[in-house]
């Protein structure tokens, strides 16, 4: 289970993430044809019309950070029928457009030429539906203007719905205002409705989110209407070949910011293999001896050493503190294979604490699948990185051998590192600037410490030969799991080096050349839908299922398809009808009563408290005993 820290052990983030503007505001020209004002309820299509269900937008390429949530989708409109319905049954036709688009005149553009986008943009919506007449968002036919918001309707399209207390709206002659939450929608006496404020690029990014695509061009090819608002608001930076390999760069770089010479996970075990081959290593002649903290999120790194070395030998302990002591060590040793010519066991040691820096470079915080907010990693180590900062070294600096029976292993990791602290000159008053950062750069060097101690009483260099890897595990995950931004893994490297025939070498990993990407990708599969490029100077490749505990895109697809429910269940009008289904009958069948071994409170630390206090009262009747017959000797002289 993953270590929990409180919700106030986040600690605060070293790099925040820049909150962009909100857009100015953002118009786009309705068709000629729709001349009032708000829409209405009566300007909505009728069920089983193949009229197009909303107006579509176009959403400018940073719109969808915006949003935290897609839209919800419009209530009790059954007419707009999702993608795939045939002709007859309340969908449209194939053929009809999916919604409305409107052109947008280019800046300077005359009356005349704006009449003749306008025509030609209704000619080629008439020529996909000419037998059905279409009802435009945002026309009216006389009724008085509604309060509004902006929704999808689960379709993909967006749909103008009318809300009661959604808003108010006010106006004069020809123009109508409907005020948002934090924004205001402006339908104008020239049919041009226009988005200001900051919901604006939340209504934008919602749109995007649903994955509303640009609405159909019109017959010269121009563009829908609100994408080229869009782009005079913000301007898109064109895609380049390389855009890939520079994004993956800067993730690169704002992890190097905090420890230099980390590299991509699937890049470090890579070299790991090959180096340690080149010393006779392999996973076929050697065991490893993995030692990560005990948290879920440390799964990849393992997976990803087990599919080198095989199956390895845990000495994981919370925070990375390795505890397993020399029994636990000849335990795995007794596992190894035995090399059949000399009759010599090897070893590959592992050990790593870990930490998170999220995309947006927030040390600390991370987003875990299923879970809101923001987690975080490593909580052991941020618990104890608070508690030695506000009460200081000298208390924290226990005799060693002494912990607390109820947790063990987080004591002795806060003991160690307070311990070590003081040995590198550490202070009360010092300790209060450090940085998580900081922290786990000392339980680094503290368990890899730890584990030479462990080493030098256990391995015999006459049997064995071995090889020790260090350093600290990085989780550079997206800011919010879901989205799409893609989950990495690196390590930053503190110590590489071999012992064969009692010969010591250290090796420079970072002069072993990276894997191409392809050879990467080839490695997992030749999955095409992972992002496996290059990223500074080395080769970076998504974490997904199975080398992540969860895989991003089923959550995705879960959360897109639970989303199709709630829309569906509003259109086809079984809201009434859905609700969970009753516990199972065949539970109360397997409930039995409370078993003999638990009734009765017996684990260990109600016992070790038991005989501590016998202990107690055993050492007092001896010291009681011991006076009265001092008493007694000198009684009788």
């Not at 029976?405 to 987080?410: G, H, I, L, S």
């Amino acid at each position: 289970m993953a270590e929990k820290a409180p919700a106030d052990a986040l600690p605060q983030a070293t790099k925040s993430s820049q909150q962009e503007a909100p857009p100015a505001a953002i118009s786009f020209q309705a068709p000629a044809t729709s001349s009032a004002a708000a829409p209405t309820a009566s300007a909505m299509p009728a069920a089983g019309s193949r009229g197009p269900a909303a107006t579509s937008f176009s959403a400018p390429a940073g719109a969808a950070a915006a949003a935290s949530t897609p839209a919800s989708p419009s209530k009790g409109r059954k007419g707009g029928k999702r993608k795939g319905k045939k002709a007859g049954k309340g969908g449209r036709r194939a053929d009809a457009p999916v919604a409305t688009s409107f052109q947008v005149p280019a800046e300077g553009s005359s009356a005349e030429s704006e009449a003749e986008e306008e025509q030609e943009q209704e000619q080629a919506e008439q020529a996909a539906a000419p037998a059905e007449p279409t009802v435009a968002a945002g026309s009216t036919n006389g009724a008085a203007p509604a309060t509004g918001s902006i929704s999808s309707n689960g379709s993909g399209a967006a749909a103008a719905a009318t809300q009661s207390g959604s808003g108010s709206s006010s106006g004069d002659s020809g123009r109508q205002v409907v005020t948002l939450e934090n924004g205001t929608l402006t339908v104008n006496a020239d049919g041009s409705i226009s988005i200001s404020g900051p919901d604006a690029a939340k209504v934008l990014g919602a749109l995007a989110a649903v994955g509303v695509l640009p609405a159909a061009a019109g017959a010269d090819g121009g563009s829908s209407s609100l994408g080229a608002a869009a782009r005079r608001a913000a301007p898109v930076v064109p895609a380049k070949e390389t855009s890939e390999v520079e994004y993956l760069t800067a993730r690169v770089t704002t992890v190097a910011d905090e420890f230099p010479g980390a590299i991509g996970a699937d890049d470090f075990i890579q070299r790991v293999e090959i180096a340690l081959y080149g010393f006779g290593f392999s996973g076929d002649n050697s065991i490893a001896m993995v030692n990560l903290c005990r948290d879920e999120v440390t799964g990849p790194l393992k997976q990803k050493i087990d599919a080198v070395f095989g199956a390895s030998f845990s000495t994981n302990g919370l925070g990375g503190v390795l505890t397993c002591g020399t029994i636990g060590m000849g335990a795995g040793f007794s596992h190894s294979p035995v090399c059949g010519t000399t009759g010599k066991e090897r070893y590959v040691f592992f050990s790593f604490p870990h930490i998170s820096i999220n995309s947006c470079g927030e040390v600390g915080p991370m987003s875990r699948p299923g879970r809101p907010g923001q987690s975080c990693a490593c909580g052991a180590l941020i618990k104890a990185w608070q508690e030695i900062r506000s009460e200081g070294l000298m208390c924290n600096c226990k005799i060693p051998g002494v912990h607390d029976a109820v947790n063990p292993e987080y004591s002795i990791l806060k003991q160690r590192i307070a311990r070590r602290l003081r040995h590198e000159g550490g202070t009360d008053e010092s300790v209060k600037s450090l940085t998580l950062t900081d922290i786990t750069k000392v339980a680094e060097r503290t368990i890899s410490d730890d584990l030479e101690f462990l080493i030098s009483k256990t391995v015999d260099i006459t049997r064995a030969d071995y090889a020790v890897i260090t350093g600290v595990q990085i989780h550079n995950w997206a800011h919010n799991f879901e989205d799409d931004s893609p989950n990495m893994e690196f390590v930053a490297p503190t110590s590489a080096y071999v012992v064969v025939n009692g010969v010591k070498t250290h090796l420079d990993l970072s002069a072993v050349p990276p894997l191409t990407p392809r050879q990467i990708r080839l490695l997992h599969g030749g999955r095409q839908d992972v992002v496996c490029n290059t990223g500074g100077s080395s080769t970076l490749r998504e974490e997904d299922a199975p080398y992540a505990f969860d895989s991003k895109q089923q959550r995705l697809e879960q959360r897109r398809r639970l989303e199709r429910y709630v829309a569906l269940l509003r259109e086809e009008g079984l809201e009434e009808l859905a609700q969970a289904p009753p516990p199972a009958a065949w539970r109360a069948a397997i409930v039995q009563p409370t078993p003999a071994r638990c009734a009765v409170t017996d684990n260990s630390t109600v016992i070790d408290r038991e005989t501590a206090s016998k202990a107690a009262l055993e050492l007092k009747e001896i010291q009681e005993m011991l006076q009265q017959r001092y008493q007694q000797q000198n009684s009788k002289q």
